[in-house]
């Protein structure tokens, strides 16, 4: 079984353009949660889809947005990027929003010059 | 809101000596709480979680956590860690309803050989 895959892995921009990160679930799996990863800030939660409607968003401004296909895969977009937006972009999915954890994709790489 | 204090940010030991990294989270009257694992370049891995029943669980490669409500902690423990346990070791809980994850800032595990 395949898990959750993230492309690109690694993504250069400069700052003031817009980046795409996108995400496949698990099979089967219907919620995806994005999370950015920041040199020494732990993981903050981004946003959060399940059938395709957001259900939950973090503490980030509007530039961060996303969405899922009908096909459970989503997709993060960030305008307007600032060097800070500089980071690890994880997608994770669940089955559902169980009390269960989540699975983890090996993440985005995203370097703003 | 959940949050999660991770104590200790690097925590260095001796191959085959004990460890402890500490999680406290803040109290809710019901919480799910999980720990994840991620090593060098690579996604969050969990390792083990507590959803109900014993407060004791264990995952497959040594790792023990244990619930202690009074205390609102969930404290990972090993009692003789490897060299391949290097990792940076991450407490995460979620309240029920629609709440993401949330995380701790993580705790690097060196050990030495």
């Known amino acids: 079984e395949a898990g959750v895959t993230q492309s690109p892995t690694h993504l250069i921009k400069t700052r003031g353009q817009q980046a795409t990160l996108r995400c496949s679930p698990i099979?089967?799996?219907?919620?995806v949660y994005w999370y950015q990863q920041a040199l020494g800030l732990g993981l903050q939660f981004l946003l959060w889809?399940?059938?395709?409607?957001?259900?939950n968003r973090g503490n980030f401004p509007p530039r961060f947005s996303g969405r899922q296909f009908p096909n459970y895969s989503s997709e993060l977009n960030v305008n307007a990027l600032e060097l800070e937006d500089s980071a690890l972009y994880l997608c994770?999915?669940?089955?559902?929003?169980?009390?269960?954890?989540?699975?983890f994709g090996s993440g985005t790489r995203l370097t703003v010059v | 809101a959940q949050s999660v204090t991770q104590l200790d940010s690097q925590v260095p030991v001796f191959e085959e000596a004990p460890v402890e990294l500490r999680c406290n989270y803040s109290?809710?009257?019901?919480?799910?709480l999980f720990w994840y694992v991620q090593y060098p370049n690579q996604g969050l891995q969990l390792l083990l979680k507590?959803?109900?029943?014993?407060?004791l669980v264990e995952s497959i490669n040594g790792f023990e956590a244990e619930f202690n409500k009074s205390q609102t902690s969930f404290h990972l423990r090993k009692p003789s860690v490897h060299i391949s346990d290097t990792a940076e070791y991450f407490c995460?809980?979620?309240?029920?309803?629609?709440?993401?994850?949330?995380f701790g800032k993580g705790t690097r595990l060196s050990v030495i050989a």
């Open positions: 507590y959803l109900s029943g014993s407060t």
């Open positions: 099979s089967g799996h219907t919620s």
């Open positions: 995460a809980v979620r309240s029920s309803g629609n709440t993401p994850l949330v």
């Open positions: 994770a999915s669940s089955q559902g929003h169980r009390e269960g954890g989540y699975t």
């Open positions: 889809y399940d059938e395709g409607e957001e259900r």
């Open positions: 109290s809710s009257v019901s919480v799910y």
